[in-house]
C-alpha cells in the first residue's frame, strides 16, 4: 500500500467521515462530526480556513465539545481546550488474522455491559452508539464479559481497531490479543488494513501492540474542544 493512500491516516476522522463511515456525518461547509451519543469526534480539513472553523461551531455548538484528531493546528482564539492527549497511531505491518473460536460478536444488547467493562478499565470514549460504527467482539467467562475490542473509525481501505480493554481479573492472559487477531482477519477479509492510535503514555500497550505486528506510523494530538459563548461567532482567528 504506497504512501499517498497511507497519507490518509494523517486526518482519520475526517477521511472516515467523508467515505464509508459518510452517512453518520453532521456536516456545515467542510466541517463534519459524528453524532455526539455515537463517538465525539468532529473532523475539519487537514488545513482548515476561518470559514471551516465557523462551520464547526454550527456542528459543535457552544455549551457542547467535540474531539478533534490533528498533528499540531493552531486553535483559534473562539475554541478552549479541554483536554488534551499525545497519542501515537500504528498500522499493522506484520499482524496475523486469526479467528478467535471463543470471541461473540456483541451487539446492542451487550451494549450496557460493554459500557460497564468500560468504566472499569477506560479504553477511551465508548458511548450508547459506538457499536453502530463497526463489528466489536468480546470474550465471556461464566457468562460475564470480560474483554471486548472493537471497530470505530473507518474510511477507504482502512479499519481503526479501538475499546480494546480487559476486566482487571482477567488480565495477563492474552484475551486482547485474540480478539485484536480475530477483528484483524475480519478486517482483512474485507481486503483492508488495520490501525489503531494509544496514547504515547501507555507504553505496556504500545509493546505489545508491536509483537503483535504494528508499527509506530506518527504522533498526533486529540484535543476536546469547546466554542467560547461570548466569542464563538466573533472571532475564529488563531491565538
Known amino acids: 500500500m504506497d504512501s499517498t493512500d497511507e497519507a490518509r491516516l494523517d486526518n482519520p476522522a475526517y477521511a472516515a467521515l467523508s467515505s464509508v463511515h459518510a452517512p453518520f456525518a453532521q456536516t456545515c461547509g467542510h466541517a463534519l462530526r459524528y453524532p455526539a451519543d455515537v463517538t465525539p469526534f468532529f473532523a475539519l480539513p487537514s488545513q482548515p480556513t476561518d470559514e471551516d472553523w465557523r462551520g464547526a461551531i454550527e456542528i459543535v455548538p457552544p455549551g457542547t465539545y467535540g474531539a478533534l484528531v490533528h498533528a499540531g493546528a493552531d486553535m483559534p482564539a473562539a475554541w478552549k481546550t479541554l483536554q488534551e492527549f499525545e497519542v501515537v497511531q500504528m498500522v499493522e505491518a506484520d499482524v496475523d488474522g486469526v479467528a478467535a473460536p471463543e ?137
Open 103 to 239: 470471541a461473540v460478536r456483541l451487539g446492542a444488547a451487550d451494549v450496557p455491559e460493554m459500557l460497564d467493562l468500560v468504566r472499569q478499565t477506560d479504553p477511551g470514549p465508548f458511548l450508547e452508539r459506538t457499536i453502530e460504527l463497526g463489528d466489536y467482539v468480546g470474550i465471556r467467562r461464566d457468562g460475564r464479559l470480560v474483554a471486548m475490542a472493537g471497530e470505530r473509525l473507518h474510511l477507504d481501505g482502512w479499519t481503526e481497531i479501538s475499546a480494546v480493554c480487559t476486566a482487571p481479573s482477567e488480565r495477563g492472559r492474552g484475551l486482547a490479543s485474540r480478539l485484536v487477531g480475530a477483528l484483524v482477519a475480519g478486517i482483512h477479509a474485507r481486503s483492508e488494513r488495520a490501525f489503531l492510535h494509544v496514547l504515547t503514555s501507555n507504553t505496556d500497550a504500545i509493546r505489545l501492540y508491536e509483537q503483535l505486528g504494528f508499527r509506530l506510523r506518527r504522533p498526533l494530538t486529540i484535543s476536546v474542544l469547546t466554542p467560547h459563548r461570548d466569542r464563538a461567532h466573533a472571532d475564529t482567528r488563531a491565538d
